[in-house]
């Protein structure tokens, strides 16, 4: 089974420039064949901290948001919708279920006519999709959250119901992507207790995937560029994908990431060659990370010289296109 890739993690620019920016690094990387870019953004810039959470969207912003969006689907790629906002608003947690769920209901009105967004509930980071070529995804993505941490597990997989039932209640049936508590580590999945917390999630229109992030260094932060071994992306992700098959779930690797050097690029082969297995029950995963901001990040494949554009890019990620 092929392996599709994509590219995420981009954060929105609605700047004069920013579709123009946007379509430079769109035609570059679905030219190589990847199809997925996340799209990123703070709730706040959506949402002003004066109208709230239930409040009117700011229509500037919402219209950039939407252009991208656009602009990414009309060439035939996913556009994952990420509020990267490590479940926090306004400097403090969410934690009102009603504003939550409202909120969701409103933004997914506003995407819930194009097929090709996938909403994403992350409480985590952004990060480059790679995708089953064989899976046809006809949907606009939803991530609910990135990254959330610092919460009971418990707390976040009520959360992350709340909102799938409020988005499938307006009538959006695309993709949803749920994240868990702990940085939603796939390495930490268990330990965590968003295995049991999650174990009995259900979506109204059954199009939903566990998202988790994974990277390669000693802590899994992604801040080194040292890999703890060649094997490190299969040991990280094994006891997730066993959890997976066994709940009967999709899994979606979120965001995968390491150095550009010989021990780091056989680990992160290691875990999307284990990811295609035929029974695997990942439907793709993001690299992390891409987009005009990163500058010298070790990780970034911004093109056209991204650190990681000389080695990930053609040894770690185009075998799997």
């Not at 890739?5 to 030219?31: I, M």
């Not at 174990?199 to 390669?216: C, K, R």
């Not at 010989?262 to 695997?280: F, N, R, T, V, W």
């Amino acid at each position: 089974m092929k392996l599709t890739v994509g590219l995420a993690a981009v954060a929105t620019l609605l700047a004069a420039n920013g579709v123009s920016a946007v379509s430079e690094w769109g035609q570059f990387f679905l030219g190589k064949g990847f199809n997925t870019f996340r799209i990123a953004f703070l709730m706040e810039r959506l949402s002003p901290p004066a109208n709230g959470l239930t409040g009117s969207f700011d229509s500037t912003y919402l219209q950039g948001l939407k252009t991208i969006a656009s602009y990414v689907t009309s060439k035939g790629g996913y556009a994952v919708l990420d509020p990267h906002n490590f479940m926090r608003y306004n400097n403090g947690v969410i934690s009102d279920q009603n504003a939550w769920t409202t909120w969701w209901k409103n933004l997914a009105n506003q995407f819930k006519n194009d097929p090709k967004i996938i909403f994403g509930a992350f409480y985590s980071s952004s990060a480059d999709v790679v995708r089953y070529r064989c899976l046809i995804i006809t949907q606009l993505y939803i991530d609910l959250q990135n990254e959330p941490h610092d919460i009971d597990a418990t707390t976040v997989a009520s959360m992350m119901q709340a909102a799938v039932n409020a988005i499938r209640s307006v009538g959006a049936t695309q993709l949803i992507l749920v994240e868990g508590t702990s940085w939603t580590g796939a390495w930490t999945w268990t330990s965590s207790g968003n295995a049991n917390a999650f174990s009995s999630f259900t979506d109204p229109a059954n199009n939903f995937a566990i998202e988790m992030h994974q990277y390669l260094d000693s802590d899994g932060s992604g801040t080194s560029a040292t890999c703890v071994s060649s094997t490190i992306g299969v040991d990280r992700i094994t006891d997730a994908t066993n959890w997976l098959k066994q709940r009967g779930f999709k899994g979606f690797l979120g965001e995968i990431g390491a150095g550009s050097n010989d021990q780091c690029i056989a680990a992160i082969k290691g875990a999307l060659s284990l990811m295609q297995q035929p029974g695997s029950p990942w439907i793709g995963a993001l690299w992390w990370a891409a987009g005009p901001w990163w500058g010298t990040y070790y990780q970034s494949i911004e093109p056209p010289n991204g650190p990681a554009i000389a080695r990930i890019l053609p040894e770690a990620l185009q075998p799997f296109v």
